[in-house]
Each structure stands twice: as C-alpha cells, then as structure tokens.
DNA sequence: CCCATGACCACAA
DNA sequence: ATTGTGGCCATGG
C-alpha cells in the first residue's frame, strides 16, 4: 500500500467516477496545504475538466470519507467554492485552522502553499 | 431529446 | 491588463 492513489486513473474505463478519482486527490491535500480545480483535472489526465472537479465537490460533502474541500481553491488562490459550505465562512476558518491565512476570500502565499497532486501521484 | 447552468481554466484579441 | 469565447462533462428542467 504504497501507492495511496493506486488505479485511480481512466485506464481503460472509470471503475470509479471522475469524481471518486477527484475525491481521492482531494484527500491526498495534506494538512495546511492547498491545491486548485485545474491541477486536479490536469492531474487526472484531463486539464480543461476542471469544471466536473467542481461539480463533483459539490457531492464531496456526502461522501465518505470526508473530504476537504475547503483546501481545493479556484487558480487564483480565491476561495471560490466557499459559498456552498455550511456557513460563508466555514471554508475560510477551516483553512485558517491549518495555518493558512487568508484575507478577502484570497489565500495569502497561494503559490507557497499550493501543492500538485502530480508530487503524490505515484505514475 | 434539447437547452441551460455550474465550487473552472486557457487562449485570442 | 481586461474582456470575450470555447471546452470540458454531468445534472436538471
């Protein structure tokens, strides 16, 4: 068990929906650390299917095991899926739980921060 | 079945 | 730098 990721990649045909391929990225994120929609599509294999990365976050909140959405931010650094948590500032003191700071809906030291999922990805 | 929207991103002008 | 448009796939009316 090695390989966290294991097959998650399209080899062949989705054993697992896109959005369970996204989920298993999205829980890769280590703590204090964020990533954006585009990586994760990119990551996947499939760069402009940032949009269903998207999409698939907004089931990510009845998906089990939790997943942190609040660490997966638009490429901006902007915390644009915020408006879907709980409360408006849910995402916001979940990150600045993990240290990360961030002002205005913006993530301070986004680039600093930001992790590939590519680094985990064990292909 | 067709149309519209969506937690996005990249490119062209 | 800003604006507009296309693309991607899924879900809902």
């Keep these: 068990m090695s390989s966290p990721l294991k097959k ?3 080899s062949g045909k989705a054993d697992d929906s896109f959005f369970a391929a996204v989920y298993e990225v999205v829980r890769q994120i280590p703590r204090g650390r964020i990533t954006s929609y585009g990586a994760i599509a990119e990551a996947l294999g499939s760069r402009s299917s ?3 990365v998207g999409w698939a976050m907004n089931g990510a909140h009845q998906v089990q095991p939790s997943v942190p959405a609040h660490r997966v931010v638009n490429r901006q650094g902007l915390l644009t899926g915020k408006i879907h948590f709980a409360t408006p ?3 916001q003191e979940l990150l600045e739980a993990e240290g990360v700071q961030v002002i205005d809906d913006q993530v301070q ?3 600093q921060l930001f992790w590939d999922p590519k680094e985990a990805a064990n292909w």
């Design 50 to 52: 940032a949009r269903m």
């Design 109 to 111: 030291d986004f680039q």
């Design 8 to 10: 998650i990649k399209p």
């Design 89 to 91: 500032t849910q995402m």
